[in-house]
């Protein structure tokens, strides 16, 4: 797709944030067309640099941060200089969007606080990411997704007996998806009206609006139907592997096994949940596939992510791209990697481009007069 | 907030979608100030008014169906007769934007395909959510949330030695959060350039994208660094609870718990993972709270969702909304429900709406000339 064609081609993001929802949220924006920059600290750049997830590295930066970084430019400025303050701050007077995850009170002592951006541009969209809101009792505790989806009930939910954590950073990654939403709805608002606005969000709203239909039933203490005839989500064993069902009548699942019956006459009384184990426990996932499948009981079998990327399928959904990293020094080796791409399609294209993860200050220092907007951005693919 | 300030005021949004990821999709337009009006089959209308989520109602339709459909409106139309079929493709040649899921080959019968409703309406945005794509081999496979999650790999990473689903439609959500960026993004672009687009996206892309640091790393082969010194996520048994510790440098860790040890001296190594557990166990979750938070070690207590609910930070962070439908006879009572609000502030303001979801057929249905564009949408707060 020609660059122009992006949804938000032409939109400044510069970026202040640090590991996870808020470089998340600029490389959403970035897949859509948005020019990102990345504004680092001296010597060290953000956290996610080298804040090892699993504990993977290539070319001097963390897989993870190669992951969610990709497409976007880098400067380094230390907001502690008045010099470089000042032209950070001739960056954010000419910006579409800021980006920052900073506690509360650090963007009021640099002066850049909503307001205080706002002055330098009316037309800016400001995004501000937090644990728990800039308010109440929980704002100065630490924004972390296991603690929020601690703190959240999601624990609960998920294990149901023993409180299980999603083994990713799932809270994290809904709030990069609500600051992007947000942002990008500013943008609407900013094309219509030439105003900019303020959005909020926190991990702990994202986890709460995950659960919204709990916390709708919670809240208004509503009683479960008892003629409620659905299966739960489940996972079965097979005789070689696991078996998905999607909710069904019970009824219509009890007599599919009762028709393709591959063992002996189960001890349980029949329909019981011990009986209906049993009864997938005595053929292969492939079978059951077939026979479920046939009188329309939807099921799926269980892969793990190598399983699922030594797929054809896999490779249909045409989720990869390559991206590459020009050398340190002249005659060096670039660096290649694979990763994902934007879960989004435009036009009927995937949403891909060839840029890697910069390298720490890789379009500069914010010192001596450098101005990253006064030279176009890198033509995308 | 005044409608006419939020950031998609004045956008008009058809959603022909059923349960789930669409109508969510919808929703988070809606909160954002789109008008939204869900277009159903006479009779039943989209199946999930009665599809039961744990089995619970309100006033004929489901609990979660009232939890996704608030501040919208619908019609009723029925598709197969042609007169209505006329109205329904009137009506898109109006609106902006256009949502489906339907599985493929409906559309394209109903003459309201992209190709199709682009002709009738060249600004039109035009989302379709599918289960895995509109083509490859899982095209025509039910696109069903545990489904998605099953052939995904998250079952396995969420679990460790034993696959676990996310005990919520985490797969339908993401999906909803991505329909609704593409939708929003199309509009920025409807807005520089008048022209609309179509925006893809299906459960899987979503999962994937969830797992895109775990895929990067699959794909590139990166071996783990074993100086790796971060502790994983963890929840930990306590005298009277559980405690969730942040990633953290290990020696920190076991210091901090030598310097505030509760038990007597362990069996086994200190420092080992059994020994750290046997320290954890020795005092209550409040007193390692308080320990661990001095010297920085980043926890939080486990809470289920109803612990949630009454405590402070629940309130502090406004997260509910009361909503009401009218009776459906004069003279009969209102429902009211309380259910969560956007997870997104705007300008410093929670976004709140005291619509209830529609009754079925609400706005009428599209037949004898019956045209909801033809008056204004309600009058939002």
Redesign the interface.
């Known amino acids: 797709m020609q660059a122009a064609e992006?949804?938000?081609?032409?939109?400044v993001v510069l970026d202040f944030s640090q590991f996870l929802a808020g470089p998340v949220a600029a490389l959403?924006l970035a897949d859509?067309?948005a020019r990102v920059i990345k504004i680092e600290r001296p010597v060290t750049g953000e956290i996610g640099r080298t804040l090892?997830?699993?504990?993977?590295?290539?070319d001097e930066d963390t897989?993870?941060f190669?992951?969610?970084n990709r497409n976007k430019e880098a400067v380094v400025a230390d907001l502690k200089d008045p010099g470089e303050l000042e032209q950070v701050k001739s960056l954010v007077a000419r910006a579409d969007v800021l980006i920052h995850n900073f506690r509360p009170g650090v963007m009021e002592r640099l002066g850049l606080d909503y307001e205080s951006a706002r002055a330098l541009n009316p037309g800016l969209v400001y995004a501000a990411a937090s644990g728990?809101?800039a308010?109440?009792?929980?704002a100065s505790?630490?924004g972390?997704?296991?603690?929020a989806?601690?703190?959240?009930?999601?624990?609960?939910?998920?294990?149901?007996d023993r409180?299980?954590?999603?083994?990713?950073s799932?809270a994290d990654?809904?709030l990069s998806?609500?600051l992007?939403?947000?942002v990008?709805?500013?943008?609407?608002?900013k094309?219509?009206t030439g105003r900019g606005?303020?959005?909020?969000?926190?991990l702990?709203?994202?986890m709460?609006?995950?659960?919204?239909?709990?916390?709708?039933?919670?809240?208004?203490k509503?009683?479960?139907?008892?003629?409620?005839t659905?299966t739960p989500?489940s996972?079965y064993p097979t005789a070689d592997g696991?078996l998905?069902?999607?909710?069904t009548r019970r009824d219509n699942l009890i007599q599919a096994l009762v028709n393709n019956s591959a063992s002996a006459p189960a001890a349980g009384p029949a329909g019981s949940e011990s009986w209906v184990a049993e009864q997938l426990l005595a053929a292969g996932t492939a079978y059951w596939l077939e026979v479920l499948g046939e009188v329309g009981i939807?099921?799926?079998?269980?892969?793990?992510?190598?399983?699922?990327?030594a797929s054809?399928?896999f490779a249909?959904?045409e989720?990869?791209q390559t991206v590459e990293r020009p050398p340190a020094e002249p005659g060096g080796e670039s660096l290649r990697?694979?990763?994902?791409r934007?879960?989004?399609?435009?036009?009927?294209k995937v949403l891909r481009n060839h840029r890697a993860a910069p390298r720490l200050g890789a379009q500069g220092r914010l010192h001596n007069g450098a101005d990253p907007l006064a030279e176009a951005g890198p033509v995308d693919e």
């Open positions: 992006l949804p938000l081609a032409g939109v959403r859509l067309g090892a997830f699993a504990g993977r590295w290539a897989v993870s190669h992951a969610m728990y809101g308010d109440g009792p929980w505790r630490p972390q997704d296991l603690l989806q601690s703190v959240s009930g999601l624990t609960w939910v998920n294990g149901g409180p299980v954590t999603v083994g990713l799932l990654h809904l998806c609500h992007a939403e947000g990008t709805a500013l943008l609407v608002r094309l219509r606005g303020l959005i909020e969000t926190s702990l709203e994202g709460l609006d995950l659960q919204s239909t709990l916390l709708t039933a919670h809240l208004n509503s009683a479960p139907d008892p003629a409620d659905l989500h996972l696991y998905a069902i999607a909710p939807e099921c799926a079998p269980l892969r793990t992510l190598d399983e699922l990327i054809p399928e249909a959904i989720m990869t990697l694979t990763t994902t934007s879960p989004i399609r435009i036009d009927g």
